[in-house]
Antibody, heavy 119, light 108 residues
Framework: QLQLQESGPGLVKPSETLSLTCTVSGGSISSGSYYWGWLRQPPGKGLEWIGSNNYYNPSLKSRVTISVDTSKNQFSLKLSSVTAADTAVYYC????????????????WGQGTLVTVSS | EIVMTQSPATLSLSPGERATLSCRASQSVNSDYLSWYQQKPGQAPRLLIYGASNGATGIPARFSGSGSGTDFTLTIGSLQPEDFAVYYCQHDYNFVLTFGGGTKVEIK
């Protein structure tokens, strides 16, 4: 069974870059045509999609980079110039049906990791 | 940008009752790309319904989805104790994912 696990610093200073990694186990990140994405959820609030593969939330696009490392079976998120508004639980997730369709069909999720932006 | 609006924000019901959750899109959308998720406190969301009406793997039959165009509904046929949670609708339009604000189903 596919499992995803987020890792990275739990505390980031304002104006710095938030970097997270999602490690995939139980399957190859290269298998099939899936979308490897990131979402977040500020404390007590709803879900916000950050991006998947090369597709990004327009409101965050200028600050976000998602990259996939097939050799390590990992994908990563970089969010630059963070502020307190970027404090959230960050989730990684796999989307799609395996044939390159339905990016929003998010079946597999990591457990989430809280990232706090504070000096 | 498509905006997804869910109502009500909170639904107070008793176990065994039927729950009807609404999701409205700001413009007509392709129902093939409409999904519903359940989220319990401290947990990641779980896919319940995809393509507006298809149950995801392992999802009990009491969960059903319907709708088209701008109006979609998630129905929980008979609420079980484990169903009290927050539910989100989501749409994928031109490779941009948008979530509704969520409906909390709480015990009355």
């Amino acid at each position: 069974q596919l499992q995803l696990q987020e890792s990275g610093p739990g505390l980031v200073k304002p104006s710095e870059t938030l970097s997270l990694t999602c490690t995939v186990s139980g399957g190859s990140i290269s298998s099939g045509s899936y979308y490897w994405g990131w979402l977040r959820q500020p404390p007590g609030k709803g879900l916000e999609w950050i991006g998947s593969n090369n597709y990004y939330n327009p409101s965050l696009k200028s600050r976000v980079t998602i990259s996939v490392d097939t050799s390590k079976n990992q994908f990563s998120l970089k969010l630059s110039s963070v502020t307190a508004a970027d404090t959230a639980v960050y989730y990684c997730a796999r989307g799609g049906d395996g044939s390159g369709h339905f990016m929003g069909r998010l079946v597999n999720w990591g457990q989430g990791t809280l990232v706090t932006v504070s000096s | 940008e498509i905006v997804m609006t869910q109502s009500p924000a909170t639904l107070s019901l008793s176990p065994g009752e039927r729950a009807t959750l609404s999701c409205r899109a700001s413009q007509s959308v392709n129902s093939d790309y409409l999904s519903w998720y359940q989220q319990k406190p401290g947990q990641a969301p779980r896919l319940l319904i995809y393509g507006a009406s298809n149950g995801a793997t392992g999802i009990p039959a009491r969960f059903s989805g319907s709708g088209s165009g701008t109006d979609f509904t998630l129905t929980i046929g008979s609420l079980q104790p484990e169903d009290f949670a927050v539910y989100y609708c989501q749409h994928d339009y031109n490779f941009v994912l948008t979530f509704g604000g969520g409906t909390k189903v709480e015990i009355k």
